[in-house]
């Protein structure tokens, strides 16, 4: 199982980006998902989840209401839009793969991660 996302880049306080994260492998849709970030010195966190096919998500309280995660089962992609950004979002940005359960906001249970795509908010 590969996964690879992409999609990060450099915006400004407000602005907007859509990442997405591309499977390979063994049937995606089976996949619970996450996205996780990790900032500069700091431990990697939970951003968003969402369960196989196309089940409940999850969202951390920082990101409610401006992130969106969601799923392409028949393209093997889950996305994260994210909307409202703030300098505070800066970080590496990683998808993740095969949790036992869904809504799974440990990195631990993940399975499967992908390369990370650097995200970067100016004020």
């Known amino acids: 199982v590969q996964l690879q996302a992409f999609g990060g880049g450099l915006v400004q306080a407000g602005g907007s980006l859509r990442l997405s994260c591309v499977v390979s492998g063994r049937t995606f849709s089976t996949y619970h998902m996450g996205w996780f970030r990790q900032a500069p010195g700091k431990d990697r966190e939970v951003v968003a989840t969402?369960?196989?096919?196309?089940?409940?998500?999850w969202y951390t309280d920082s990101v409610k209401g401006r992130f969106t995660i969601s799923r392409d089962d028949a393209k093997n992609t889950v996305y994260l839009q994210m909307n409202s950004l703030k300098v505070e979002d800066t970080a590496v940005y990683y998808c993740?793969?095969?949790?036992?359960?869904?809504?799974?906001?440990?990195?631990?249970?993940?399975?499967?991660w992908g390369q990370g795509t650097e995200v970067t908010v100016s004020s």
């Open positions: 969402i369960g196989r096919n196309n089940g409940p998500t």
């Open positions: 993740a793969a095969d949790p036992p359960f869904d809504g799974t906001t440990s990195r631990h249970e993940y399975d499967y």
